[in-house]
C-alpha cells in the first residue's frame, strides 16, 4: 500500500521536514533583524537621554546620532521651541480583553486622556497631560515644546513639564515583541511543525505571552515604574497561566 507519510510514526498533520527546516530559517533570521533593530533603538534612546538642553532659542547641528533624520535630524541637543495652548479635550480609551475563559468571557478596561493642543512653529500637536493641567490649561498659555530628532519629547507648561518617550524606544517593545513571535514560531517550527497546533485556541494566548516578555524586556532595557513592572510582571503571568491551562484542556 502506498505511504501517505502521515502515519503510524507520529507525523500526521506535520509539515515536511523541508519545509519546517525554512519556516526555522526564517524565523532565526527575523529574531536576527529584530535583534539589530533593537540595538539600533536602545543606542537611539541612550543618545537622547544623554543629550543636553540645547540654549534657549536654539539647536545644534554640530553633530549626529543614530536617532534617525528627519526635521533636526542632526540636533545633538534637545531643542527648545515656543508654543500656545490653543485648545483641550479628555475622553477615554478602553481595550477589550478576550482571554479571560474559553466561553467568550472578557473584560473592558477604560482609561481617562487628557490632552492639550499646542501650536508651536509650522505646525500643532496634541499632547498628553495630567487632569490637574487639563483642568488649569486655557487657550493662550504660553507652552515650551522639547524636541529631538524632530519629535515631540517633552512639554512644560504652567509649571508642568511632561516627558514622552521617542519612537526609537517604543519602537524596540514593538521588535521585542515580533522577535518574541518569531522565535515562537521557529521553536514550533523545529518540535512539532503541526498545522492544527499553530493555529490552535490555546497558541492565541501566545500573542499575549510574547507582548508580556517584550514589555518586561523594554522595561529591564530603559527602566520604570514600580507600578508598570507590577501590572507588565501581572499580564505576562496571567497570559502564561492561561496559555498553559487552556493547551491542557484542549
Known sequence: ??????????????????????????????????????ADGYAATMDYRDAPLCAAGGGSTAGSTAGGTGEGGGDACVRREAGTVLDSRTGERCSYDGTSGSSGGGTTTCTTYYDVKIERPARTDWLAVDSGTYDKARAGDPAEVRLWQGEVVGLKVLGHTFSYEPSSQSGVLWQLAVGCLALAVGVWAALSGRLFELFAFHSFGLLFVAFGSAWLGSLALFGGHWLTWAF?????????????GARRMR
Open 1 to 38: 500500500m502506498k505511504s501517505t507519510g502521515y502515519g503510524r510514526n507520529g507525523n500526521r498533520g506535520r509539515l515536511p521536514v523541508w519545509l519546517r527546516g525554512l519556516v526555522v530559517l526564517a524565523a532565526g533570521w527575523g529574531v536576527f533583524l529584530c535583534g539589530q533593530q533593537i
Open 232 to 244: 507588565a510582571s501581572v499580564w505576562t503571568g496571567f497570559a502564561v497561566f492561561w496559555t498553559v
